[in-house]
Each structure stands twice: as C-alpha cells, then as structure tokens.
C-alpha cells in the first residue's frame, strides 16, 4: 500500500478530486486563450503567431506580455498585430490595436473588433503562497506546434524579486542594472516548464479558473536554444493584480 501511494504521488494522481478540477478549468480556459502574432502580405506565410494571450473584460481585451508586443511591432508599418483564435479547427486573426503598454511589469493590453470572445476572471494575486498548485496554458513554441492549446501544471516554488543582485559584477549587464535601479517587485517563480511561445499565457488557479498570473520568461540555462534542448523548468509571471 506505501508503495502504490508513492507511486500515485508520483503521477500526480493521489487526489482524484484536484485532478477533475483541472480538466473542468481546462476546458473553460481554453475558449479565452488567444495567439499573439501578425499578419503580413509580404511574408511566407503571411500568418505568423509567436505567444500568448488571454481574454478578460468585455471579452474583446486581450491580456499578454510587453516584451512580445514590441518585438512584433518592431518589424515596421507592413506588419499588422493581431490575435489568432481556434474556431472550427482552423485559425481565424483578428487585428488589434495596442490600449496600454507595461514595460516595467512587462504587460501589455490588445483591443480587438467583432463577436466578444469568453472571457477570464482575475483573481487576487496578494493570496497566493508558495507551495499552491497552480497551472497554466498557452502555445509552446508557436508555429512549430501549431494552434493547439497546451496546459502545464506546476507550484508555486518561491515569490522572489524579479531581479536579483548578481554575484559579480562581471555578470552584470545594462538590462540588469536598470532593473535593479527600479522599484523592487515580486513575481512568482514555478517549477514548470514553459518553452518560447508560452509567453503571455495565463497562470491560473485549477480549482477557480481564476486568473492570478502571466507568464513572462523562463530562466534560460547557456544560449536561448538550451530553452528548448535543456529547459531549466523554472519559469516566471508576473502577479495578475498588476494588470488592474
């Protein structure tokens, strides 16, 4: 009997009840979790999408990242910023206007036009501790895996500063030292994996559905393709209560 319940902890499966809570939150999410990317003629394909968002409010905002909104905008005039959204088993994009740019908790807010989409609450992010079970959802890799919703369970292991002081001052670079200089924050620091693509995505509470996080970077081991050959398995978000 100890060694079935070992082994059920092990799989995750030691509380059926949690375990039906998170399929329920599943498919409530999954309807408000949009890809973030654009549109552009002159590109192959002209229909491209490289993270994450969400939906709240009156179902036409879209919640993601700061960092992914400037890179797409950075590509000039010709690319048009949108959102994908599953219907029918094909993509549909819808483009978007940027209402409000984060840089500082790396958020951004999208508005977009036509039928209001399913919406997400947030919640209150002050009460999460660590050690709570949490998940969350988005596109791994973008493109590569196509747009198909992957969910990723994970805890709470620390809520830590979103810079850290480095061990030496070789270490340090212009980004770092501008952060340190800024008023400190906490994030929330999980053990689960989130490759490129799963920036934007929702952290939520399993048993709720409520929004208390955005997933913003993962800490990269080496160069950038380590995320993907050797993922560290510790990823970051950023507090939902800072999208207010």
């Known amino acids: ?22 399929v329920r939150a599943i498919e409530r999410i ?94 209150d992010s002050s009460k999460v501790r660590e050690g709570q079970s949490l998940a969350f959802m988005g596109f791994p890799l973008g493109m590569v895996l196509g747009l198909h919703h992957a969910t990723h369970r994970c805890i709470v292991s620390a809520i830590t500063p979103l810079a850290l002081p480095t061990t030496s001052a070789r270490k340090l670079d212009g980004k770092l030292l501008n952060q340190l200089q800024k008023p400190d924050y906490a994030v929330f620091q999980l053990d689960g994996t989130a490759y490129p693509g799963s920036s934007g995505s929702p952290l939520f509470d399993p048993l709720t559905g409520e929004v208390i996080g955005v997933v913003n970077m993962v800490f990269v081991k080496g160069i950038k393709e380590a995320a993907i050959a050797a993922p560290s398995g510790i990823t970051y978000a950023i507090p939902a209560n800072f999208i207010n």
């Open 1 to 22: 009997m100890k060694i079935l319940c070992c082994l059920l902890l092990s799989l995750g499966l030691s509380n059926p009840a949690a375990a039906d809570d998170l």
């Open 30 to 123: 999954k309807p408000s979790v949009v890809g973030i990317g654009s549109f552009q003629t002159l590109r192959t394909p002209a229909l491209s999408f490289v993270a994450t968002g969400f939906v709240v409010a009156d179902g036409l905002t879209v919640v993601t990242a700061a960092h992914v909104v400037t890179d797409l905008l950075a590509n000039g005039p010709p690319t048009s910023l949108g959102v994908l959204v599953r219907a029918d088993e094909a993509a549909q994009f819808r483009s978007a206007t940027v209402v409000a740019l984060d840089k500082e908790h790396d958020l951004a807010r999208l508005r977009i036009k036509g039928t209001p989409l399913p919406a997400l609450r947030l919640g």
